[in-house]
């Protein structure tokens, strides 16, 4: 580990309005530079030039195309201020890798620009290890990044490489697919709510990883190439996320209210109309959404096997556009409301 240098760095800020100021980049202890160097910067193995020039550089290989995203957690909005500095770091990256698997890409390079309100370097340190942890898991080199000061806030954006071609998009879902999803979708909400005492879990150990330690379902996206028409990552509730599926494939949608997974939700404590609400609207889920042909149900139950990981089929896609409708066993689907969130609503 490098030294902690003995001179701190400046940044000289000068305007026409103002005289000459000379102000610490962050604290004397550790500059902006210290910072990047001592918890930043890994050596560079797959890129050309990683962390430290103006610009990294790194080659995607002939046949593949490059995949692009970025996500990025707020303070206030996404999290709370004190969440624990492992469990952000890790999920800046985790829900970036969520989106690059839902594309079915293998995720390779990503930059990080940290907004930080001061120097703290035990928080930095716990940041720096959970965010390296889920970058050594998922082989995902940081490469570069920006940081500054300001009100906390992270963003990652994540490069991937898939064979050209063959990215699973949301708009690919045929007339009549069955739908399926990942995991468990609805336990990140009740660990939401149990943090803000919307409820009392007996068992709320799993819903509170499921909210701090998503586990982005990469290896289920790699898989999946192939076998899903189309696909995407649950982050903003299971309705919300299916009527852009839907939307996006120009069809409606019917879910079967037996088949939704809410076993392992009123396992936490919750009782049955809340474990359906939020597995049905929840969020920060991090769970795959998509469609498959019949002939792929054998193939399907294989992978959840192999993989360890359920996965559920929970309706199917409509034979033409129209709304998502609920089949509550009364032999009258009814239409369900979208229920997704949305930054930008109005009381959101
Ligand atoms: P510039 O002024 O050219 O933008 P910076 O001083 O912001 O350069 O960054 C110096 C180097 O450190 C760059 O290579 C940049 O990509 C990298 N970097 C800055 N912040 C981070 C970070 N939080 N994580 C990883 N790399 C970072
Ligand atoms: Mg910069």
Redesign the pocket.
């Known amino acids: 580990m490098p030294e902690k240098s003995k001179t701190p760095l400046y940044l000289i800020w000068h305007s026409a309005a103002e005289p000459l100021t000379v102000l610490p980049a962050f604290s004397a202890m550790l500059s902006?530079?210290d910072l990047?160097r001592r918890y930043?910067t890994r050596p560079a193995r797959h890129a050309d030039l990683a962390?430290?020039?103006?610009a990294?550089l790194f080659r995607v290989a002939p046949d593949m195309q490059l995949a692009v995203t970025t996500d990025s957690l707020v303070a206030g909005t996404h999290f709370f201020h004190d969440a624990p500095a492992g469990g952000l770091g890790w999920k800046t990256l985790a829900v970036n890798l969520s989106d690059l698997a839902a594309m079915g890409a293998v995720p390779r390079w990503a930059?990080?620009a940290?907004t930080l309100p001061e120097a703290d370097e035990g928080w930095i340190a716990a940041f720096a290890e959970g965010f390296f942890k889920c970058a050594g898991q998922y082989e995902v080199e940081?490469i570069?990044?920006?940081?500054t000061r300001g009100p906390l806030a992270m963003t990652v954006t994540l490069f991937g490489e898939v064979p050209a071609g063959q990215g699973v998009t949301r708009s690919g879902g045929q007339p009549g697919d069955d739908l399926w999803i990942s995991g468990w979708p609805g336990l990140a909400r009740l660990g939401l709510m149990s943090l803000r005492n919307r409820v009392r879990l007996i068992n709320a150990r799993r819903a509170l990883a499921a909210l701090h330690h998503p586990v982005p379902r990469v290896e289920a996206g790699l898989a999946l190439r192939g076998i899903a028409h189309a696909m995407l990552d649950i982050s903003d509730g299971l309705l919300g996320d299916l009527a852009h599926l839907c939307e996006c494939s120009k069809l409606g949608a019917l879910l079967d209210a037996r088949a939704l997974p809410i076993a392992p939700l009123i396992e936490t404590g919750v009782d049955e109309a809340q474990a359906r609400s939020a597995l049905l609207a929840g969020g920060d889920d991090y769970e795959l959404l998509f469609s498959a042909p019949r002939q792929k149900r054998n193939a399907l139950a294989a992978l959840a096997r192999k993989l360890d990981l359920p996965l559920t089929r929970i309706g199917r896609l409509a034979e033409e556009a129209g709304p998502i409708l609920l089949d509550d066993g009364t032999g009258c689907p009814r239409p369900l409301g979208v229920c997704g969130y949305d930054h930008f609503a109005p009381g959101a």
């Open positions: 902006e530079f990047i930043f962390v430290g020039d103006d990294a930059t990080l940290l940081l570069g990044g920006d940081t």
